[in-house]
T-cell receptor, first 114, second 114 residues
Framework: AQSVTQLDSQVPVFEEAPVELRCNYS??????LFWYVQYPNQGLQLLLK??????LVKGINGFEAEFNKSQTSFHLRKPSVHISDTAEYFC????????????FGGGTRLMVKP | DSGVTQTPKHLITATGQRVTLRCSPR?????VYWYQQSLDQGLQFLIQ???????AKGNILERFSAQQFPDLHSELNLSSLELGDSALYFC?????????????FGQGTRLTVV
């Protein structure tokens, strides 16, 4: 069975500072990896995804993530955050042979302060 | 706008009642997924339908059921509601059976059981 751990439930950061949201996963098979963002009172929006190929994945809104197979991690980064990045961020995994189910981490609340 | 439409957006009902949540997938998408987001359980996969047939089941209670109709819209039926069923229920759709990499989420239905 697969599982996802987001190591920080909350990350406070000042505007224009860099940020890293950490995600580790566990699976016995190859996986697809995703980061979703949920703004207040809204649905889930896909930020980026890793399916195969280059381990550095670029997404929307200036976010990027790096897949590290040996450390089973998929950390999300942004070099300079804005107030508008304040939201809940979810890491998710899907096993390639299943392909039917996303397993989500517990979420990380990013709080950008002026 | 993801193209996935969920109705209603908000629903308040009493314990013991039954409700139906509706999801219209993006045009052309054959797969529909239902997820529950609650404070204590986080985001959990409930069930998946593909072209009218159930294809995968997650942590869905026996009091809950779903179906996908010939026009591909899906309904999630929740019965004998309990306070703990209060949650945000998301629907997602994708073009293919194993198409999670192309899945888009709706805005969700917020269910409050009083």
């Amino acid at each position: 069975a697969q599982s996802v751990t987001q190591l920080d439930s909350q990350v406070p950061v000042f505007e224009e500072a860099p940020v890293e949201l950490r995600c580790n996963y566990s699976s016995s098979v190859s996986v697809y990896l995703f980061w979703y963002v949920q703004y207040p009172n809204q649905g889930l929006q896909l930020l980026l995804k890793y399916l195969s190929g280059s381990t550095l994945v670029k997404g929307i809104n200036g976010f990027e993530a790096e897949f590290n197979k040996s450390q089973t991690s998929f950390h999300l980064r942004k070099p300079s955050v804005h107030i508008s990045d304040t939201a809940e961020y979810f890491c998710a995994v899907s096993e390639l042979d299943a392909g039917n189910m996303l397993t989500f981490g517990g979420g990380t609340r990013l709080m950008v302060k002026p | 706008d993801s193209g996935v439409t969920q109705t209603p957006k908000h629903l308040i009902t009493a314990t013991g009642q039954r409700v139906t949540l509706r999801c219209s997938p993006r045009s052309g998408d054959l797969s529909v997924y239902w997820y529950q987001q609650s404070l204590d359980q986080g985001l959990q996969f409930l069930i998946q339908y593909y072209n009218g047939e159930e294809r995968a089941k997650g942590n869905i209670l026996e009091r809950f059921s779903a179906q996908q109709f010939p026009d591909l819209h899906s309904e999630l039926n929740l019965s004998s509601l309990e306070l703990g069923d209060s949650a945000l229920y998301f629907c997602a759709s994708s073009p293919r059976l194993g198409g999670l990499s192309e899945a888009f989420f709706g805005q969700g239905t917020r269910l409050t059981v009083v």
